[in-house]
């Protein structure tokens, strides 16, 4: 039983008291039967755009894609989107269908949708309607396409990471015929839009099978980021690892908490190892400087893929610091919140918590314990206000004029200097000297 939430109810009545059809449809379907709770209720219809209008005239309808069918309407400052049921044409680009028409057959508007499990429609009095299948696929586990896979995907490429990405939110494996077809059809990516392809890998990477899904679909994945195919098979000689720079970075994935930019951090922090990697003349294996090397592949793929300029400039700054070995030292703790600040040092923390899980059991205790250890400290440095940052310093640019230093980059040179000694505690935060040892800078 799906709970409909009154609003959605309340415009599926409303349709129907014109002689129309109208059931929740897609995803929230899927996610009903579930047992989750939809993000957003999406309602399909017999109705016409123009004869959405005419129900809902005493609603704000918004036209959000009248071309397509779908209106959306505004049920007490809440938005629903409502769709005309429609049969797709052709697609020539890949990506969009070259004309829409309108059907009055709900079946015939399940048939275009990409996923047996997104093919299901349901009712408060009708129930569910699964002309494919979509509820024995949910219990199965299985996400398998609506129809012939290779057409499924030819007509929008987007739908090969779509699976990709299922199979890493859902956990589910992709049946047999559709897990070919993602193959045969992966070149197909190429005429997607980055901004899409990005926004799948996000919701790829903080699913809850998402180590799974990395380590399945690797190469649909490195298609479209190839920076990450030399990790695949690299051993990294080292008693520190066990695993491949490809497995280790599947696994820091997961041991990290399911947030964007944590996830992000995690995927790419090792992304330059191949590259940075030397043999000793015992056979161990050494990464001197790797996160610099990581940084600019990071940096490469995040800007391909058009990630905003903060989100690329927080994961790169983490990632550049991430060989940073903490120790339980306050003065550690303040330059470290000097040079990233409060965000990206607690960014930081969980990452190498994760890097560090994700290695050789044997050597994990000790580094879990100093990294937890710092962690005390940084909340000490926070909790008592200490000095880290120029806001902190007791003094500020206009006590420098006043003691007769000239306006310009000198004073915040001379405040910088004062901040690193107060910082390393051989200078006191006070004001008196702070100016006195202003004078000796």
């Known amino acids: 039983m799906i709970r409909l939430p009154e609003k959605a ?49 005493n609603l704000r309808v918004i036209e959000t894609g009248v071309k397509h069918g779908t209106l959306t309407v505004l049920a007490e400052g809440e938005p629903f989107e409502i769709t005309t049921y429609r049969i797709d ?18 079946r015939e508007d399940l048939s275009r949708r990409d996923f ?12 569910l309607v699964d002309p494919f299948g979509g509820a024995r696929d949910l219990k199965r586990g299985s996400i398998r396409c609506v129809g012939k896979p290779e057409k499924r995907f030819r007509e929008d490429a987007l739908r090969i990471m779509r699976a990709v990405r299922f199979a890493g939110q859902l956990g589910f494996r992709v049946d047999a015929e559709t897990d070919r077809a993602l193959y045969q059809c992966c070149p197909l990516l190429d005429k997607i839009a980055a901004e899409r392809m990005r926004m799948e890998l996000d919701k790829l990477l903080c699913g809850a099978a ?19 195919r030399p990790m695949f098979g690299l051993d990294q000689k080292n008693r520190h690892h066990l695993y491949t720079v490809w497995e280790h970075t599947v696994r820091a994935v997961s041991q990290i908490p399911g947030k964007p930019l944590l996830r992000l951090c995690a995927f790419f922090h090792d992304i330059g190892k191949p590259d940075s990697m030397t043999v000793d003349e015992d056979g161990c294996g050494h990464f001197y400087q ?28 983490v990632i550049r610091s991430h060989s940073i070995v903490f120790r339980p030292d306050s003065k550690q703790a303040r330059r470290l919140l000097g040079k990233l600040g409060e965000e990206r040092l607690r960014l930081l923390i969980e ?37 880290f940052s120029l806001r902190h310093l ?30 390393e505690e051989t200078l006191p935060n006070e004001p008196d000297a702070l100016k006195e040892a202003a004078r000796k800078v």
């Open 290 to 317: 790797h996160e610099i090397l990581s940084e600019a592949l990071a940096g490469q793929a995040m800007k391909r893929l058009k990630y905003d300029n903060d989100t690329q400039e927080t994961v790169l700054a």
């Open 9 to 57: 109810a309340l415009l599926i009545s409303q349709l129907e008291s014109h002689g129309h059809e109208a059931f929740i449809v897609g995803g929230c379907v899927r996610d009903g039967l579930l047992g989750r709770a939809p993000n957003d209720w999406d309602i399909c219809t017999s109705a016409s755009p123009e004869e959405m209008k005419r129900c809902f005239s």
């Open 394 to 423: 007791a003094i500020n640019g206009k006590d420098l004029l006043c003691l007769g230093i000239p306006q310009g980059p000198e004073i915040g040179r001379i405040l910088n200097v004062l901040l690193e000694q107060v910082v």
């Open 210 to 228: 998402a180590e799974k899904a990395l380590r399945d679909y690797r190469e649909i994945i490195a298609h479209f980021i190839p920076e990450i």
């Open 89 to 106: 044409g052709e697609y020539s680009d890949s990506r969009h269908p070259d004309q829409v028409l309108f059907t009055s057959d709900l």
């Open 116 to 127: 047996t499990i997104n093919a299901m429609a349901w009712h408060p009095q009708t129930g």
């Open 351 to 387: 990452l190498e918590l994760a890097d560090v899980k994700s290695q050789n059991p044997l050597y994990q205790e000790e580094r879990v314990a100093n990294i937890s250890a710092f962690r005390e400290k940084m909340e000490e440095v926070l909790a008592e206000d200490q000095c």
